[in-house]
């Protein structure tokens, strides 16, 4: 399988706090890759560098390469920049959905990208919430506010919502860790329902999660990429002290 | 999914343009205030000297100074702030610190609020019936302070409360655990800590009352008074109100128009440097307060 | 330490004490402003210590306020046009009495009065006359003094005049003043609410920070000027600068406080707006951007609805500062007291009614406690605005 994503010796400062120390590392095409590592160690920080999202904290310095399929996209033109997000479909950690209907908010992104025609719209909303696996439960009241859904139904709502644009690519920063085990249970079913369409990134502060869901983990500690491999190995046989200590629940 | 390129186009322009008009209405917005601030004090400038902020007015009100109404107006601020501080401080201890979260609490909160919405000319209606005449007072500098006093309670009692509501819940309970009782702990640690955020709602509050009219004009002001206030009991001048006379009722309208320009600058005057030292003030202890 | 166990609880309840104080104040405003705004209803409109009398042969037996103003006007000249018979009205004066009688017959102290009315009446029985009651009342044998009604309140809050001091009877509605606050303060906001919130929106998400800290605390200065000097500023800049605009005869117009009210609205409006601006979460605004929304998208259809019940709050509290705006008001809008039929005319708002009459009116008279009902007025609406506020912000 060939890299999606790619990142050499990538930085990240804040102002003066330097978060990513030269992070070098590739992210496989329709793989799920997990990002893990205490709280402060980066992994949010290198997941929000793929749709630049850091872009909108001030004081922000990046260098190195970013590269989505062999192009570094701190190398395009601002105006280009939206067409990479676009291609890059992000959930957050808190369910966020817009204050609108749950249709509008699936319709959201092809409406701002310009798609007027009703019947394309109406059709990819319900092609996304069945991807999402939220059809069923919201056919029949897609016009009320969204804010009135369950948490777990909310988070899979804002998941179809950054589906409908079609991304190639879908990031996830801790997607379940305000949600009950039972919803949990449904967003990771989804997750593993999606890899074979999309590259999939999810940030998890979850062990067990990480190793269910995923193909391939990075460990991040203190801004650096500590060890990167295949799941099984690193929670069976990881090769740093460092990462058997997390993993083991030594401290983190 | 593909789409339509022109879109990008449409949306950085909209952008552009809506960022533009924004940006455009807020400087604005900002350059009017600022307009009026140079118009004001490129009038009242040639006019405020010395001895325009010392002399009694004179020749109907149009040369002279404003001095009875600069005393006036000192003495209306101090007497309703020796009324509204004490008593808007322990209000907004009793709501910060005392109050216990419910219907009561939601209660005198919304209250104060309604107070702080009650409109000016209310202040003054309702000073004129319990101070002036049911209190019998007649119109005088303490019926108008009080009248004042009134209206500044809710910004003491609202600054009060932010004030006491930002100081670390910690600083309690070390004092409580030393042995220290509530009252002790709020006045040895929590009060030291907030007062500085506590002057600036005075000082804030000063400001207000100094500019304020509808208040006054039945319980205290004068329309003109050639002497300086000997009691309390006595009415007297005051700044706002004398910007309001003389740039409306005299008989003189035009040949006043210098001196209102003199007073307006000196309200103004009055309002800027309350807020510079309102701001001072928070920058200064500010910073020391999250030092400790 | 032993002073200590009698001092705390003195202080203790001090402070309790004083925390119930905005709460006391509240009740007392609303006690007293009551107490003299509902005894205007148990007077008559008619001049104390006067009556009017007509022959008592007339049926007519009962005169509205308005009727009574329109027959003093001569606007009303016939009884038939009121239910009488159809008779002329004759407006009896005190010249015309004293000219129809020598002094010896009125007598030196007025004493005769009674008979001279009393045979004037017969002469010309479609007189109506208006004389202080202690001459008249109980010895006039062919007249009949005309009941008129107290001013109930549904009449206070619909008539459409506003005569305070008007003889013989004042006409007190309070419908002109009413609309003419109605009318200021709501085009105040509808030119303040677009440009307050297109700033506000500027502040929260375009300005960077550095622009921000210079911007903002010249709007909350804008806040802290007295309205006496907006006033001061609207007599001599928007005045003029209408009546010149619009070719008036007086620039002092509804047009004129509603600019003058709109700017000092705009801080009231930009600092709550934006305060429910920057409540959108971050992760809201970065969820419509990774979508490719544009910023300004994203404050169009995601950061703006989401602030809705706060910025709708900013623009109901704006209309709550103009409503009660009082100085302002009375500087600029050339305080007319008529049913308002346009922006360009001089309108009166009620805190200018009140400020602009009060010292004129003799206290404990009709006038002064109709100028309390107004504050009554007053408050209903800004108790009702500010429970509006409270509701709407609540929501969240």
């Not at chain 3, 018979?85 to 407006?91: T, Y």
């Not at chain 3, 929106?201 to 210079?214: G, P, T």
Request: include cysteine; aromatic fraction near 10%; charged fraction near 15%.
């Amino acid at each position: 399988m060939s890299n999606k994503i790619e990142t050499i010796d990538a930085h990240l400062y804040y102002g003066d706090f330097h978060a990513l120390k030269g992070i070098t590392l590739g992210i496989k095409e329709n793989a799920v890759t997990a990002l893990i590592g205490p709280s402060g160690c980066g992994k949010t920080s290198y997941l929000r560098l793929f749709n630049r999202m850091n872009d909108l904290i001030p004081y922000t310095q990046i260098s190195g390469q970013v590269l989505l399929d062999g192009q570094n996209i701190y190398q395009i033109k601002p105006a280009e920049i939206d067409s990479l997000r676009r291609n890059v479909g992000m959930v957050f950690q808190n369910p966020n959905p817009f204050p609108k209907s749950i249709f509008e908010n699936v319709a959201y992104g092809l409406r701002v990208n310009g798609i007027k025609d009703k019947s394309l719209i109406e059709a990819q909303v319900e092609k996304t919430l069945q991807q999402a696996a939220l059809w069923d439960e919201v056919k029949d009241k897609l016009n009320q506010s969204a804010f009135e859904l369950s948490g777990g139904q909310q988070q899979r709502l804002c998941i179809a919502r950054a589906l409908a644009i079609e991304p190639t690519i879908l990031l996830m920063d801790e997607p379940a860790s305000a949600l009950d085990p039972i919803s949990t249970g449904k967003i990771e079913d989804l997750i593993f329902e999606l890899k074979n369409q999309f590259t999939i990134v999810i940030v998890t502060h979850n062990m067990q999660q990480a190793g269910r869901v995923s193909d391939y983990t990075g460990f991040f500690y203190l801004g650096q990429l500590i060890e990167y491999g295949k799941t099984r190995k690193i929670f069976t046989n990881p090769t740093k002290q460092e990462t058997e200590n997390y993993i083991t629940g030594r401290f983190g | 999914m593909i789409f339509p390129e022109s879109n990008e186009r449409r949306k950085k322009l909209g952008q552009a343009i809506m960022f533009g008009i924004a940006r455009g209405i807020s400087y604005g917005i900002v350059g009017l205030l600022l307009l009026i601030l140079f118009f004001i004090a490129k009038q009242g400038m040639g006019v405020v000297n010395w001895q325009y902020l010392t002399s009694m007015p004179t020749d109907g009100m149009t040369k002279g100074g404003i001095y009875p109404a600069i005393v006036g107006t000192l003495y209306l601020v101090g007497g309703s702030m020796l009324f509204a501080f004490p008593v808007g401080v322990m209000a907004g201890i009793y709501v910060n610190e005392y109050a216990k979260e419910g219907a009561l609490k939601r209660f005198v909160k919304t209250m104060t609020n309604n107070l702080a919405g009650v409109p000016s000319i209310i202040f003054g209606l309702f000073g004129m019936a319990l101070f002036v005449n049911q209190m019998g007072f007649g119109a005088s500098i303490i019926a108008g302070s009080l009248t004042l006093g009134l209206l500044a309670l809710p910004i003491v009692i609202r600054t009060t409360e932010e004030s006491l509501k930002s100081v670390d819940d910690t600083f309690r309970q070390a004092s409580y655990a030393l042995g220290a009782s509530k009252l002790y702990t709020i006045r040895k640690v929590v009060l030291p800590i907030a007062l500085p955020n506590i002057l600036t709602g005075l000082i804030l509050a000063v400001g207000r009352v100094s500019g304020e009219t509808a208040p006054i004009l039945f319980t205290v002001a004068a329309y003109f008074l050639p002497k300086l206030p000997s009691s309390i009991m006595d009415q007297c001048m005051a700044l706002p109100y004398h910007l309001y006379v003389i740039s409306t009722s005299g008989t003189q309208i035009e040949a006043s128009r210098p001196m209102a320009y003199g007073t307006a600058f000196v309200l103004v005057a009055i309002v800027l440097i309350v807020n510079i030292i309102a701001a001072l003030l928070r920058n200064y202890f500010g910073k020391k307060v999250k030092m400790n | 330490m032993d002073l200590r166990r009698y001092t705390e609880p003195f202080f203790e309840n001090l402070i309790k004490v004083c925390g119930y104080s905005s709460g006391f104040v509240v009740l007392l405003i609303v006690i007293f402003l009551f107490r003299e705004g509902i005894s205007f209803f148990n007077f008559s409109p008619v001049e104390k210590g006067y009556s009017l009398w007509v022959h008592s042969n007339n049926p007519v037996k009962k005169l509205e306020p308005a009727q009574i103003k329109d027959i003093f006007d001569q606007k009303i000249t016939n009884w038939k046009s009121i239910g009488g018979k159809d008779e002329p009205i004759h407006l009896l004066s005190f010249d015309e009495l004293s000219q129809a009688y020598s002094p010896t017959q009125l007598g030196p102290k007025f004493e005769h009065l009674p008979r001279c009315l009393d045979s004037f009446m017969d002469s010309l029985p479609g007189t109506i006359g208006f004389f202080p009651e202690a001459q008249t009342v109980g010895q006039l044998k062919t007249a009949r003094e005309v009941e008129v009604d107290k001013i109930a309140l549904s009449k206070f809050l619909t008539d459409t005049e506003w005569f305070p001091t008007s003889r013989p009877a004042a006409r007190m509605g309070v419908m002109p003043l009413l609309l003419g606050t109605m009318l200021v303060s709501f085009f105040a906001i509808l030119f303040a609410l677009p440009l307050g919130l297109a700033a506000s929106i500027y502040l929260a998400e375009i300005a960077d920070e550095r622009v921000r800290k210079i911007l903002k605390p010249i709007i909350e200065l804008l806040a802290g000027i007295p309205s006496v000097v907006y006033g001061f500023f609207g007599l001599v800049v928007i005045v003029p600068f209408v009546q010149d605009a619009f070719n008036l005869p007086v620039g002092e117009t509804a047009l004129s406080g509603s600019i003058v009210l709109a700017i000092m609205a705009l801080p009231t409006i930009i600092t709550v707006s934006e305060d429910a601006l920057r409540t959108t979460p971050r992760s809201m605004k970065e969820a419509s951007l990774a979508l490719g929304a544009s910023q300004w998208q994203t404050i169009r259809k995601v950061i703006v609805p989401y602030a809705a019940s706060g910025i709708t709050a900013a623009a109901i509290l704006g209309i709550g500062r103009a409503i009660g705006e009082t100085m302002a008001a009375l500087m600029v809008t050339g305080n007319s007291a008529i049913m308002p039929h346009s922006l360009l005319q001089p309108v009166r708002t009620i805190p200018a009614t009140i400020a602009a009459e009060l010292g004129e009116a003799p206290y404990d008279g009709l006038h002064f406690k109709a100028l309390f009902a107004l504050g009554c007025v007053l408050f209903f609406i800004t108790l009702i605005i500010n429970l509006l506020v409270e509701r709407v912000s609540a929501k969240r």
